[in-house]
């Protein structure tokens, strides 16, 4: 089946640094999407891409949708304690298959 | 707008016995999937529900069971649980499939603990 590879699996970083993540498929997909989990809570879409090629923001965040439809990229600028969660990328064949195939996360530490 | 909803939040059961969890959707939201999350393998797909049918279905054993009620409820089911059963169970609930973007609306979810 298919399978997403998160890197890395944690981050301690200081306050005020960029951070990137990546996820790379077995397989393609048509659609990538990025989640942030905090604490006790459900996941919440970041960003979403639907496009080969993409290149989308959301404030601080910046993720792309990788050419070969096989990787995606999450960059953070700036981070502040807030940021401080677990970031998951999925990725979503379309078609009639509707389920998300999750990385396994990133662990995001901001140190203040 | 209330977001989605799960119970129990926690629960601790014994190795044998079953376990039915319970997710509302937000309002008008048709679609309903479930998710395990546990620390070694993260997020794991158990099923989705448009309509109160089953349209999709990961890679886990009969003993993962759910429906879909006629308001969009859901419920899912885990017979003879196990130690490995053990995880938060999410789920999500996401607009009609015709709108379908991979956005999920995820509840807090609700934590099992097998002894």
């Known amino acids: 089946g298919q399978q997403l590879n998160q890197s890395p699996q944690s981050m301690f970083i200081q306050e005020g640094e960029d951070v990137s993540m990546n996820c790379t498929s077995s397989s393609i997909f048509n659609t990538w999407l990025w989640y942030k989990q905090d604490p006790g809570e459900g996941p919440v879409l970041l960003i979403a891409?639907?496009?080969?090629?993409e290149l989308t923001s959301n404030g601080r965040l910046t993720a792309q949708f990788g050419t070969t439809r096989k990787d995606s990229f999450l960059n953070i600028s700036a981070s502040i304690p807030s940021d401080v969660g677990i970031y998951f990328c999925a990725g979503q064949y379309g078609g009639s298959n509707y389920k998300l195939t999750f990385g396994k996360g990133t662990l995001l530490t901001v140190n203040p | 707008k209330a977001g989605v909803t799960q119970t129990p939040r926690y629960l601790i059961k014994t190795r044998g016995q079953q376990v039915t969890l319970s997710c509302s959707p937000i309002s008008g939201h048709r679609s309903v999937s479930w998710y395990q999350q546990t620390p070694g393998q993260g997020l794991q797909f158990l099923f989705e529900y448009f309509s109160e049918t089953q349209r999709n279905k990961g890679n886990f054993p009969g003993r993962f069971s759910g429906r879909q009620f006629s308001n969009s409820r859901s419920e899912m089911n885990v017979s003879t649980l196990e130690l490995g059963d053990s995880a938060l169970y999410l789920c999500?609930?996401?607009?009609?499939?015709?709108?379908?973007?991979?956005?999920?609306?995820f509840g807090e979810g609700s934590r099992l603990t097998v002894l």
């Open positions: 891409l639907y496009k080969a090629g």
């Open positions: 999500a609930s996401s607009p009609s499939p015709g709108a379908n973007t991979g956005e999920l609306f």
